[in-house]
């Protein structure tokens, strides 16, 4: 038994790290024979592995048709990105209060690395730079349970959204953001947090419903003239 819940954590963590590094993209249809091809194991580890990722919103199974890696609609992120807003703010009022010199440290290295990763479109790899950057200020805050939510809501987002469709301007403008926060982060001002982390994740919701807009606008135009 213990074997075999091994085999499925595997899967899981493989089949999310496929997600992670494009190999699987949204939209994409999946075959848990194919995956379970790649990955050198079974097909029952991977079927319960994928039963799990559906539990948790990142794939979809809809009958006679099987699993796929479903789209982020307009709706889902502009409620996920509202849920963001209320616990990052509330994480990072708890982080300016706790916030250690080594912590400082820890995001300035953060900070650099997110500023490295250049590129002519917005790359995943960007995007999870960022992502350990909230979650470095978010285990920052002490706050265990918060952490493990927003973890949970960086992989409804992120797993299931094409990067490629974020506007190249946000690479500047998510720098300055990031930095505004280091000094208030610095400076213990709670306040001064809150509203950076508020209007830097309002700006992020912003250029990315803007993304999956344009997205629907092309798809119908194709739709319209096929």
Known sequence: MKNSQTLVEKAYQQIKLMLLNDEL???????????????????????????????????HWEANKG???????????RELYELRVLLEGFLVAQAA???????????????DGHRSVRGEVYCRERLWCDARI???IARFSGHKN???????????????????????????????????LFKALTAHDVEQAKEVMTHHI???????????????EERSRVQLWG
Do not use: C, W
């Not at 075959?31 to 079974?42: E, F, H, N, V």
């Not at 250690?100 to 995001?107: G, I, M, P, R, V």
């Not at 309002?202 to 629907?216: A, D, E, F, N």
């Open 97 to 111: 209060l706790r916030v250690t010199d080594d912590n400082l440290a820890e995001l300035r290295l953060l900070l």
């Open 25 to 59: 993209v949204a939209g994409q249809k999946l075959r848990y024979q194919d995956i379970a091809k790649r990955l050198d194991m079974s097909q029952t580890p991977v079927n319960l592995a994928l039963v799990r990722l559906e539990n948790e919103e990142l794939v």
């Open 146 to 180: 918060g952490v493990s939510y927003l973890h949970q809501l960086f992989d409804r987002i992120y797993l299931r959204y094409r990067p490629e469709r974020l506007s190249i301007e946000r690479l500047t403008e998510a720098e300055q953001q990031h930095e505004d």
């Open 67 to 77: 699993y796929s890696v479903p789209e982020l609609d307009l709706e889902e992120a």
């Open 202 to 216: 309002s700006m992020g919701q912003q250029r990315m419903l803007r993304g999956i807009r344009t997205q629907v």
């Open 134 to 136: 909230h979650m470095a």
